[in-house]
């Protein structure tokens, strides 16, 4: 049989992050349908952009699978939930047709250190910082484009009638969203990293009521989305559902803005660029916001969407602080992380930065 070709992104796995993988494959064999996979282990990789949860290819001889499981190391409060992703996606399949099948969850910990749950593999490509494939400004543009369609897509999701309305905590989103995370960066914070009491004050004193309640990602980026083999502008599927939950749509397009680095950004944020952004043909930042709003009837003024810029940036901190806490303080060797209290400083400066355009 010819090798399978390489998937973008899988290497081999960290050490610190191996497990016992005939455990694993007793279990997927005693509980899902198996019998086409083929004999023996899988080959096992490790996909190396996540920086929360852990994800792993499983290639069988006839079938890829994708396994997901929380790191080692203290987990915040509510985080890492396995058992919550599995359902989340199980239950949007019949009424939005871009999440991957689910194959099985494992609640007994003792297969392999924690719960995990496996599903397929949807086969296309994933833009990583750089498209993968030459793009016409064109057609960077149509992904652009085609990716915040997925985005109002969802957002018009009914929770209640995919099953999903218990995610919801009633009105308050927002200022939920504020206390929690300002808690959450205060409890990881590191004296490498300034404080962002101001920006926390900020956004306390500024922020707006709920605009609305739906079922929001949270974590909507481009390489979370797979885009079809035969078009590199047609989204198939939206990974990663570990922080979806029902709230406010312009707080979740925030979130969105956090990571993109536009063409006119300096070069230190040239240098942290996560996404393809900053292509030709790609939307700017305030391209996005207006693009998005006149595609989900949502109306908001530059001066409403400060907010909204600033929690997505303040949030995005809070999450790479939380990454650094693991590393500074030996719960993770990856040395992904040990320069994270860099980026961290230079989005309290971003925040500061929009605070102060007023």
């Not at 994708?66 to 399949?93: C, F, V």
């Not at 969802?154 to 218990?166: E, I, N, R």
């Not at 952004?277 to 391209?287: F, H, I, Q």
């Not at 992904?336 to 400083?345: I, K, L, P, S, Y």
Request: glycine share 8%.
């Amino acid at each position: 049989m010819a090798a399978s070709p390489e998937v973008a992104g899988a290497r081999e796995v960290r050490d610190e992050d191996a497990f016992d993988v005939a455990a694993v494959d007793a279990w997927l064999r005693t509980t899902a349908g198996a019998s086409g996979w083929g004999d023996g282990l899988p080959e096992v990789r490790q996909f190396s952009g996540g920086a929360s949860n852990l994800t792993y290819l499983l290639r069988y001889p006839a079938k890829d699978l994708i396994l997901r499981r929380p790191p080692a190391g203290t987990k915040a409060r509510g985080a890492h939930d396995m058992g919550r992703e599995y359902r989340i996606q199980a239950a949007l399949a019949p009424v939005f047709p871009y999440v991957a099948p689910m194959v099985g969850l494992c609640t007994d910990e003792a297969v392999l250190g924690s719960e995990f749950y496996v599903m397929e593999r949807l086969v296309g490509s994933i833009p990583r910082k750089d498209f993968d494939v030459p793009l016409t400004p064109a057609q960077v543009r149509a992904v652009c484009t085609s990716t915040l369609d997925l985005l109002v897509d969802l957002h018009a999701v009914d929770p209640a009638a995919a099953g999903l309305g218990a995610l919801g905590k009633g009105t308050g989103y927002v200022a939920r969203q504020v206390e929690g995370w300002s808690t959450r960066f205060r409890n990881a914070h590191t004296d490498n990293v300034t404080d962002m009491e101001d920006v926390m004050a900020w956004l306390a004193a500024n922020q707006p009521a709920d605009r609305g309640s739906c079922l929001i990602h949270n974590d909507f980026r481009f390489d979370n989305v797979v885009f079809a083999e035969d078009d590199p502008t047609r989204p198939i599927g939206l990974l990663d559902w570990e922080l979806a939950t029902i709230g406010d749509p312009l707080m979740d397009l925030g979130c969105v803005l956090s990571y993109w680095i536009e063409a006119g950004d300096d070069d230190m944020w040239q240098l942290v660029r996560m996404q393809p952004t900053n292509a030709d043909g790609m939307l700017t930042r305030a391209e996005v916001v207006d693009y998005y709003c006149a595609q989900a009837g949502l109306s908001v003024t530059p001066e409403q969407w400060r907010f909204y810029e600033v929690y997505g940036v303040f949030r995005l901190a809070g999450i790479v602080q939380q990454i650094y806490y693991r590393f500074h303080h030996g719960q993770t060797t990856n040395p992904r992380f040990e320069h994270f209290w860099m980026f961290v400083n230079m989005l309290g400066d971003r925040a500061r930065s929009v605070i102060g355009s007023a």
